[in-house]
Each structure stands twice: as C-alpha cells, then as structure tokens.
C-alpha cells in the first residue's frame, strides 16, 4: 500500500472517533510479544490479526476479507502491505500449537497485568465452561483416525439432562478486577458426585467468574470450535481469553480504575 493511500485511509479513520478496538492497541506493551515470537513471520501483526478473529468472531477466510475491507481493522494492524492471506493466518496458528509461544504469550501479558497494579488481591474465582466441536455421525471420541473437520480429542459430558460434545475451558477470574488470570483447556469429562456438589455451594460465589464466559460465547462467538485437537483449542482459547483480557483492560480504563 502506497503512503498516499494510507494517509488517506488514516484520515478516514480519524474522522470515524474512537472506538473500542481503536482503544485496545495501546492498552499493552506489544514489544515484548514481539519478542515472544520473533521466529513466526510479521509477529505482531500476525497476533493481532488473531484477536480481530476472536473479538468478531470471524473464521479464516473472513478476517482475510474483512482486513482489506473495514479501515478500523487495517488501522489496528497498522495498514499492513501485503495483508495475509487465510493460508498464512492458519499457518501461524499452526506454529504457534508447535511451539508452546502462546503459553509465553500468555505469560507475558499476566506480567503486564501486574506491571500495572492489577495484582490478584482478594483471590480468585474458579469456574470451567463447555466449548463445542463437530462430533461428526459418531457419539464416540474420534480418534487417531479422525477427519481434519471432526474432533479427534472430543469427549461426550452431560449437564443436566443436555449432552455435549468437545472440551471444557477452565479459567480463574481475578476477583477485584474480573481479568481472567489462568486458563486451561480439557476434554469434557463428567463431574462427579463431590463436583457436583461443591459447585451447588459455592454457586453464588461463583457468579462473577460467569462473565468471562458470557462474553467469550455470546459476544466472541467462541462457545464453538472447528479445530480437531485439544492442543489447538487451547491455543485458541488461549487468543479468546487474551481478548476478553483486552476487552476487560478497556471497561477498566474507561471507569478510571487505570
């Protein structure tokens, strides 16, 4: 992209005010990401591209779209020339399951958090949610020999009298400042008995650390996944929760809490 076009572009953008996503590129230090993923192309932009997919929800093909499309997007990416293509966003996501940088990732960013006064205070909230996968024709787990499009790692749980296919996400949840602190992702396996019972209890005190999980399935669209393996759900939910962690940075800069 010439510079002509992108003064132009950044001038149109400047006229739309501010949005929240327009708020989020400074809410961080991306150096340090940077240097996280030094060996995986154009990094920060690569990443950043990422969270665009988490926060609108949008697949491969669609953010490739939507980057030449929406200016807030190239404005967040920092007009970026080339703008990758759906096999290099994939491929990234690919190296990034490979390599373990999304758990340095994630550290860094529970480093930042601290770095900012947002240390865990009064403790946190621990809570788990189900993500569904494509179990395909099969109600049994998908194995070695599963199908690129259908779980190979997801199992089958029950909630009450609903079944589910595919993983849990489990998150602590900072209780003073509703960031989400430590994520896992699992297959889903049945509560027992004693679970079940604990999580009746302790309900109530629970209940903040269900916001998370609203935003991250009703306002990312990310309750459902269409990767096969537990290890690229958690890369993936690992990019959902670094959002919602963005997201949540912007309500708490906004309400002058930093």
Known sequence: MDSFATWILRGLYEKQGKSRLSQISDLIDWVPIRHTLD???DNILMFKILILQQWFGLNDLEVERQMADRISFMSFLGFPDPIPDSRTVWLFKKRMEETGKDEMVWAELQRQLDA??????RGTIQDATFIEADHGSSK??????AKIRRSRDGTWAKKGKKSYFGYKLHQKTDIDYGLIREIETTTAKPLGELDKERNRLISILRSPGERPHAVIKRVFGAGRVLVTTVRRVQVKMMVTAFAFNLYQLCTLKNANVI
């Open 116 to 121: 900012m006064g947002l240390q865990v205070r």
């Open 39 to 41: 060996e995986m192309y």
């Open 140 to 145: 049994k787990p998908r194995g070695e020999g």
